[in-house]
């Protein structure tokens, strides 16, 4: 019995792999493997470096307000306005090297240092994929905000007012001085 299922193992085996199934084989497995390396990739979300202008900023943080404000009881339709200090700024890494006061701010390499209190503090530069070279970012400010002007059909009723503010200034982190709130006409 084992004798005859020896057998017919290896005949199923000769008729599914002969030769010729195994260059077709092959040749699908390097297709598809040729078609994968042609096709560009998704980025991944950590790939991806987000973009966030000031503008941007601004305009994302006055929709949330104002879906704040219209939430607060009797404060009704709303305008909101956001003025910024200064847009986003950045924070580079750096290396500090002790040494005498120097007169060129630029090495031989074309880096770009900067001389603090008898300090050189120089930027650390690394290949931004793309054959350039940029500064290593080390954090993203964003921008302080300067004022808030809200408009809406509330604003008359004392206790609406002082709700708006208080709202906008945790929101926002600013100070109830930087906002003001005025009746829509």
Not at 26 to 49: F, N
Not at 91 to 116: F, R
Not at 145 to 173: E, F, H, N
């Amino acid at each position: 019995m084992f004798r005859n299922l020896k057998f017919d193992i290896k005949a199923i085996k000769n008729k599914l792999f002969n030769k010729k199934a195994a260059v077709i084989l092959i040749a699908v497995g390097v297709l598809l493997i040729l078609l994968s390396e042609a096709t560009p990739t998704a980025k991944t979300k950590t790939d991806a470096k987000v973009n966030v202008s000031a503008e941007n900023y601004r305009e994302d943080l006055e929709k949330q307000l104002k879906r704040i404000v219209k939430s607060i009881k009797g404060a009704g339709d709303c305008e909101i306005m956001i003025t910024l200090k200064s847009g986003i700024e950045y924070v580079y890494a750096t290396e500090l090297k002790s040494s005498q006061i120097t007169v060129n701010d630029s090495d031989t390499a074309g880096n770009k240092s900067e001389i603090k209190d008898g300090n050189e503090y120089k930027y650390i530069i690394i290949d931004d994929g793309n054959g350039g070279e940029s500064a290593l970012t080390v954090t993203e400010l964003l921008p302080q905000i300067q004022g808030v002007v809200i408009v809406c059909d509330g604003a008359d009723i004392p206790s609406v007012k002082s709700s708006v503010i208080t709202a906008a200034s945790a929101l926002l982190g600013v100070s109830s001085n930087n906002i003001c709130v005025i009746k829509k006409s």
